[in-house]
């Protein structure tokens, strides 16, 4: 599902022409900027922030390399934060304000389906060519993945390190791969 009701008048089409140039990037919150299980005496880059009464580590070289993919990708929220993340995120990692979110349905409906698929579906449409970052891809977006029709990258993190350079370099590379084909 597209948002447009946590935004009045705010509705967002995916195969508009302005958002052609770029790849879409679907990017999950938690596992990829918002970590948890590193150990405590070695913690990596970052701030605790407290967003609507819970506490998150949010990784500073995640905000970092975002705003470096920015130039090479459209940047979506892929989140169950919803609108929480462009509420909390462009402030706390100093990223670009105003970036599109993706509601979900909890009832996806499609059986045996990531409960992310039919929002991520929406938005992109077939056509346009996306890469997704989480730390919980499963069989059904490996397989929804190798279904579809425009280049796909599944980008898989752990919660403990979340997105970082190899990540980062991955889609940059692939991203520049898609302009050398065109």
Same mark, same amino acid.
């Given at each position: 599902?597209? =948002? ?8 967002? *089409? ?12 679907? *990017?999950?919150?938690?596992? *990829? ?7 405590? /005496?070695? $913690?990596p880059?970052?701030?605790?922030? /407290? ?9 500073? +070289?995640?905000?970092?390399?975002? %705003?470096?993919?920015? +130039?090479?990708?459209?940047? *979506?929220?892929? =989140?169950?934060? +919803?609108?929480?993340?462009? @509420? ?14 993706? =509601?979900?349905?909890? /009832?996806? !409906?499609?059986q045996?389906a990531?409960?992310k698929?039919?929002?991520? @579906? ?5 056509? &346009?060519? %996306? ?10 977006? $490996? #397989?929804?993945?190798?279904? &579809?029709?425009?280049?796909? %990258? ?7 390190? !979340?997105? /970082? &350079?190899?990540? #980062? ?7 520049? !791969? ?5």
């Amino acid at each position: 599902m597209i =948002s447009d009701g946590a935004r009045p008048g705010r509705t967002f *089409v995916a195969e508009s022409p302005h958002m052609q140039d770029k790849p879409l990037l679907f *990017v999950d919150i938690d596992g *990829v900027i918002s970590l948890w299980g590193f150990d405590s /005496n070695a $913690r990596p880059a970052g701030a605790f922030h /407290n967003v609507d009464g819970i506490i998150h580590f949010l990784s500073s +070289e995640a905000g970092i390399h975002l %705003l470096s993919l920015a +130039e090479r990708f459209d940047l *979506v929220w892929c =989140s169950g934060w +919803e609108e929480k993340a462009e @509420e909390h995120l462009p402030h706390a990692l100093a990223l670009p304000a105003g970036l599109p979110f993706l =509601s979900f349905s909890r /009832n996806p !409906g499609r059986q045996h389906a990531h409960w992310k698929l039919a929002a991520i @579906e929406a938005y992109a449409g077939g056509r &346009r060519p %996306l890469a997704w970052i989480d730390d919980a891809h499963d069989a059904a977006c $490996r #397989a929804w993945a190798a279904d &579809r029709p425009a280049p796909t %990258l599944l980008v898989a993190t752990t919660p403990a390190v !979340g997105l /970082n &350079r190899t990540h #980062a370099d991955e889609l940059t590379a692939w991203a520049a !791969g898609l302009t050398a084909a065109s």
